[in-house]
């Protein structure tokens, strides 16, 4: 039997929690169990879409359903993607969801800084 898009967008997002980035760790211990501004975040999260008559998913590096918030946390190999990642920005914000995205040295040097700017878009 054929593994449908949601089982294949569902194994994806499995692998990756596996192999989370130490800054994706970090960012996860303090958002997790409704530990910020109590809400519910997911870490790998799928987000599927229709394109071109066809079922097709990204996975969120996390995701807060409440708000409509994808966070991603953007390694040095965004730096030779950003025409894809700014499409994947477009598609997602097409869906009704906000993006926001921080470079790994942002977690890792400045996390205050980032949570005051998570917290800002969570309670505007």
């Not at 949601?6 to 997790?32: C, G, M, V």
């Not at 996975?59 to 390694?75: R, T």
Request: aromatic share 12%; with cysteine.
């Amino acid at each position: 039997m054929e593994k449908s898009i949601y089982d294949f967008a569902k194994q994806t997002a499995r692998d990756l929690r596996k192999r989370q980035t130490n800054p994706e760790s970090k960012l996860w211990a303090i958002l997790r169990n409704h530990r910020f501004l109590q809400k519910k975040f997911y870490r790998q999260h799928p987000i599927i879409f229709n394109y071109d008559s066809q079922k097709k998913f990204f996975i969120s590096d996390f995701y807060c359903h409440e708000a409509k918030l994808v966070i991603e946390i953007d390694g040095k190999g965004h730096d030779y993607q950003k025409d894809y990642d700014e499409m994947r920005t477009y598609i997602i914000n097409s869906l009704g969801i906000r993006v926001v995205r921080f470079k790994n040295e942002e977690i890792e040097s400045d996390i205050d800084r980032v949570l005051n700017e998570l917290k800002r878009m969570l309670t505007e």
